[in-house]
């Protein structure tokens, strides 16, 4: 039976792709850092649910100890998202989301390098749209989502002389727990700005909500990831890059030829509320 180790795997889209290679008859071994979510994890056939925080270093190298001889495949899909614009955030702030979203997934990759070479497995990290491109009051998580691309796109790299595929899916808005509160999280981000900067950047975050608004309607079922992932984890081709949707397709292909001073223009436009600057 294959074997595959899933982190961030308590909810969202590392849970989908949980119960997704559950139910294909993988052995998934599904990091998760909350009681509740490891036992309801441990209930689901063909789970092996490991405590884990992917941002401490000493439990990323006991993680082996937990893991199968030979691990066909990891996928690297724990993540946070910090937003605000540049100059409202910590430093503290924009370290974890670094941290969380870059090291610690590089770290879990280099951990478990050695068994998925014995096995000739696959490497997927899950990345974002937001990798390929940057929209205002965004810019700490996509800085995390360019870096796990480059990142990424150099393993693939140098991982061929083994023959181990290193995937990027990269996601839109999924329709998750995560993002049907996105409009909760960014009032929390905005409560915790200083005076001076929610009077500064007000008609940005009006204009940002009301766009995360918009694109909680539009988001995609989780069944797109999973069925990324899982090609990526079973193909005897899998791609570089799983682009989900065809306004993912669309955005990257316009950007692509905008010229610059247009595409921040019409993504400044899109994030800006008229009625906040009035």
């Known amino acids: 039976m294959p074997s595959v180790l899933v982190t961030g795997a308590g909810r969202g889209i590392g849970l989908a792709i949980t119960e997704h290679m559950s139910r294909r008859g993988w052995d998934v071994y599904a990091t998760a850092r909350s009681t509740a979510a490891l036992q309801s994890l441990d209930r689901l056939p063909h789970v092996h649910a490991i405590a884990l925080d992917i941002t401490d270093r000493s439990a990323i190298a006991a993680l082996p100890n937990l893991l199968p001889a030979e691990l066909n495949g990891v996928v690297n899909n724990a993540g946070i998202v910090v937003n605000g614009p540049v100059e409202g955030l910590t430093l503290d702030d924009l370290t974890r989301q670094l941290d969380v979203n870059v090291i610690s997934q590089i770290a879990v990759t280099q951990a478990v390098l050695p068994k998925i070479r014995a096995s000739r497995g696959r490497v997927v990290f899950i990345s974002s749209v937001s990798g390929l491109f940057t929209t205002p009051g965004t810019g700490a998580y996509n800085a995390s989502k360019y870096a796990i691309e480059s990142l990424a796109d150099a393993l693939r790299m140098e991982l061929r002389p083994w023959q181990i595929p290193v995937s990027l899916v990269e996601p839109g808005p999924i329709r998750t727990d995560i993002w049907m509160g996105v409009l909760d999280e960014h009032d929390r981000m905005v409560e915790h700005l200083s005076d001076e ?25 989780p069944s797109r990831v999973t069925k990324a992932v899982d090609h990526a984890l079973t193909s005897r081709r899998p791609k570089p890059r799983y ?16 010229p610059t001073a247009v595409s921040d223009a019409v993504l400044a436009a899109a994030t800006t509320s008229k009625r906040a600057k009035d």
């Open 197 to 221: 900067h929610r009077r500064l950047y007000a008609s940005q975050l009006a204009g940002t909500r009301k766009l995360l608004g918009r694109m909680q309607k539009i988001a995609a079922a």
């Open 243 to 258: 682009l989900l949707d065809f306004p993912s397709r669309a955005q990257k292909a316009i950007l692509t030829i905008t």
